[in-house]
T-cell receptor
Framework: ETGVTQSPTHLIKTRGQQVTLRCSSQ?????VSWYQQALGQGPQFIFQ???????GRGNFPPRFSGLQFPNYSSELNVNALELDDSALYLC????????????FGSGTRLTVV | GIQVEQSPPDLILQEGANSTLRCNFS?????LQWFHQNPWGQLINLFY???GTKQNGRLSATTVATERYSLLYISSSQTTDSGVYFC?????????????FGKGTKLSVKP
């Protein structure tokens, strides 16, 4: 059984640019959630995708958007990058929501300069 | 919204010692998980435990949902246990997929 994989592992972008992060869910999982973790903090929920639709969203502006594909993989897109967007972005997958818990990937560390 | 408080914030142990980490939450939950975040950032799922007791090797966890707390026990600690331990909960009626994390307990195990 493959786990959750994320790419790239590290990324450096300039303020104002756009970025796309990718996530492949664990085999058998159909739900993907994205989290942002600033240095020294716990992860914060961005949004969740189920059946290719966003079905939950945290307190993040619209410039954070996402997609889920028929194979359950997902993308997180961030437009107009700001310095405060520098963080570890974590993807988590689960089956039918949280009934069996969430499995996290290793994350993408984004630095905005 | 729900509050998740973890204690202690920092813990230093000698290898071989036992420890108990606590997570208090302020409302009913339908999901509670304990995670270990390693120095490379990966969140490793230790337990899915909205209620009851589970054991996995040297680790065990107990959640008393009616009293709104969970405990993570680490026995015979090893240096590889170092890292940050997070408790995370999901509430009934909350936004789908919204795991709410505590601030974590940073554990350092010395050889």
């Amino acid at each position: 059984e493959t786990g959750v994989t994320q790419s790239p592992t590290h990324l450096i972008k300039t303020r104002g640019q756009q970025v796309t992060l990718r996530c492949s869910s664990q085999s058998g999982h159909n739900t993907v959630s994205w989290y942002q973790q600033a240095l020294g903090q716990g992860p914060q929920f961005i949004f969740q995708y189920y059946r290719e639709e966003e079905n939950g969203r945290g307190n993040f502006p619209p410039r954070f958007s996402g997609l889920q594909f028929p194979n359950y993989s997902s993308e997180l897109n961030v437009n107009a990058l700001e310095l405060d967007d520098s963080a570890l972005y974590l993807c988590a997958s689960s089956f039918e929501g949280s009934n069996y818990g969430y499995t996290f990937g290793s994350g993408t560390r984004l630095t905005v300069v | 919204g729900i509050q998740v408080e973890q204690s202690p914030p920092d813990l230093i142990l000698q290898e071989g010692a036992n420890s108990t980490l606590r997570c208090n939450f302020s409302d009913s939950v339908n999901n509670l998980q304990w995670f270990h975040q390693n120095p490379w950032g990966q969140l490793i799922n230790l337990f899915y435990i909205p209620s009851g007791t589970k054991q996995n090797g040297r680790l065990s966890a107990t959640t008393v949902a009616t009293e709104r707390y969970s405990l993570l026990y680490i026995s015979s600690s090893q240096t590889t246990d170092s890292g940050v331990y997070f408790c995370a909960v999901e509430t009934y009626g909350g936004s789908q997929g919204n795991l709410i994390f505590g601030k974590g307990t940073k554990l350092s195990v010395k050889p």
